[in-house]
Structures are given as structure tokens and as C-alpha cells.
């Protein structure tokens, strides 16, 4: 299952993304073995979040319910985005840099 982590694409809200996973981030997967599709759903459900932070922004994604945060890098080209998905955490494990902005699964229930 994790020997074959492949790229991911989509579209929210109509722009076309491709969330692109690092070696790192594979590695990291396997090493915590955290489901490709628990991070693809975290990004998802809070796309439209993303989608409103400026272009080469780091972002962290935290999803207690899947008890990961998911650092990525927002990448626009063009019409097409790219969320880079650098490194993949438990919460437990949670370091966030300063800078990062920060969205979580939580904050779809005051959007």
C-alpha cells in the first residue's frame, strides 16, 4: 500500500489542484503509517481555506480526527495550484515554525 504513494489530483472549487507528496513526506507516511487518504481528505475538506492564502505560502493542516498535521507549501502556476505535502506529523509530534500559517479540521465547523 504505501510503496505506491502517487501524486493526487482534483478540483476544488473549480481550480484544479495536484497535491504532490516529497520523498520526505513518503517516508514519513510509512514510518508513521499514516493513510495516503486521510491526508488527501484533510487538504480537501478545508480547500477552499487554502485556496485563499497566497501563493508560496507554508501552511499545516491538523486533523485530530485522523491525529495528524500534514506541513504543506501552497504553489500556484498559472491556473494550476500545487499543494506540496512536505512533512506528516501525529499530533503528539506537533512542531509548527513560526510563520506557518495554520488551518484545521475544526475551523469547518465556525465556517
Do not use: Q, W
Not at 69 to 80: E, F, K, P, R, S
Not at 94 to 103: A, C, F, L, W
Amino acid at each position: 500500500m504505501y510503496n505506491t504513494i502517487t501524486d493526487f489530483s482534483c478540483e476544488i472549487e473549480g481550480v484544479p489542484v495536484t497535491i504532490d507528496f516529497s520523498d520526505h513526506a513518503r517516508g514519513r507516511m510509512r514510518k508513521r503509517n499514516v493513510n495516503k487518504h486521510a491526508i488527501i481528505a484533510s487538504i480537501v475538506d478545508l480547500g477552499f481555506m487554502i485556496l485563499d492564502m497566497k501563493n508560496d505560502t507554508e501552511f499545516a493542516v491538523i486533523n485530530p480526527e485522523y491525529d495528524i498535521n500534514v506541513i504543506c507549501g501552497l504553489h500556484a502556476h498559472g491556473t494550476d495550484v500545487v499543494i506540496d505535502v512536505i512533512t506528516v506529523l501525529h499530533s503528539s509530534e506537533s512542531y509548527v515554525k513560526d510563520g506557518t500559517e495554520i488551518v484545521r479540521v475544526t475551523d469547518l465547523l465556525e465556517a
